[in-house]
């Protein structure tokens, strides 16, 4: 006996295409990217900065079944750190039956490639992937985790996640006052510029190529006190990309003044001074 059905047909065995029609469900995917590197590790605050910026600019290209629940970073080691992501996936088309998922996993599994390639990746790089994942059913949800690993000079990179942590070349003009208060006399303003002149003339060959005093000038405050001025200009300044995350550079640019200053300014080999107070912007 033989038995023909064509779809629309109404007299089917429609317990038994049930079966077989897939149904809607969902994913939560745990996502954990390891970066190894031989530079030092950004700060959880630059790394999160770094992640906010890119899903600000391009949560707008991922599907409106995508979701991005959670971010977050962790240091492991001097040199590695991690990137958490929690991605929710609604609408996956999957058998009723659990045992027959896996195509549903590798689906999910390609999603979440996509989804951190379309937001940490630059456009039309080559696309990297996990290296490991597992996935769980119950009823018409999956749960699952997907692990990253990433090491310098590795060519499958999320390079947009990256190259906003990869800090820039800048440079710095800073204004340095020194006030002397005295109980000697206060210098005439041309032998103060006479004496740096001096010391300048001798010791600028000591200072860094990337170093240059722009300016020097002398005041007379009071008949006890006068002032020193100097504009310096610093260049090749490595700092992050993003304003906010700039106060290990200050504290650079600020050791660098007090090192130029003492280099021209104090004896060799004597205890160094420093200045008491600063800012930058």
Request: glycine share 4%; hydrophobic share 35%; no cysteine.
């Amino acid at each position: 006996m033989d038995y023909y059905f064509q779809d629309g047909t109404t007299k089917t065995p429609a317990a038994f295409q049930n079966e077989l029609t897939p149904v809607s469900g969902s994913a939560v995917v745990q996502t954990r990217m390891v970066f190894n590197t031989s530079f030092p590790v950004p700060s959880e605050r630059l790394v999160l900065s770094a992640i906010q910026t890119l899903l600000s600019a391009r949560l707008t290209n991922l599907s409106d079944f995508v979701k991005v629940l959670n971010f977050t970073s962790e240091k492991i080691s001097d040199t590695s750190y991690a990137v958490n992501f929690t991605l929710s996936i609604s609408n996956i088309s999957m058998s009723k039956n659990p045992d027959f998922r896996n195509d549903t996993y590798t689906q999910v599994e390609n999603i979440n490639n996509n989804v951190l390639n379309t937001l940490l990746n630059e456009p039309g790089a080559e696309p990297f992937e996990s290296q490991s994942s597992f996935f769980t059913s119950s009823g018409n949800q999956l749960n699952g985790g997907m692990d990253y690993y990433f090491q310098d000079g590795t060519t499958k990179t999320p390079a947009a996640f990256q190259n906003e942590l990869t800090p820039v070349s800048g440079s710095a003009v800073v204004q340095t006052r020194m006030i002397f208060n005295s109980s000697s006399p206060v210098p005439s303003e041309s032998l103060v510029l006479s004496a740096i002149q001096t010391l300048l003339s001798a010791r600028l060959t000591n200072l860094s190529d990337s170093v240059k005093v722009l300016n020097f000038t002398s005041e007379k405050i009071s008949d006890t006190s006068y002032a020193v001025n100097f504009t310096l200009s610093i260049s090749n300044i490595s700092m992050s990309k993003n304003p906010d995350f700039r106060n290990d550079t200050y504290t650079q640019v600020e050791n660098i003044n007090n090192n130029v200053l003492n280099t021209l300014l104090n004896e060799p080999g004597a205890e160094p001074f420093e200045s008491q107070s600063s800012f930058f912007t």
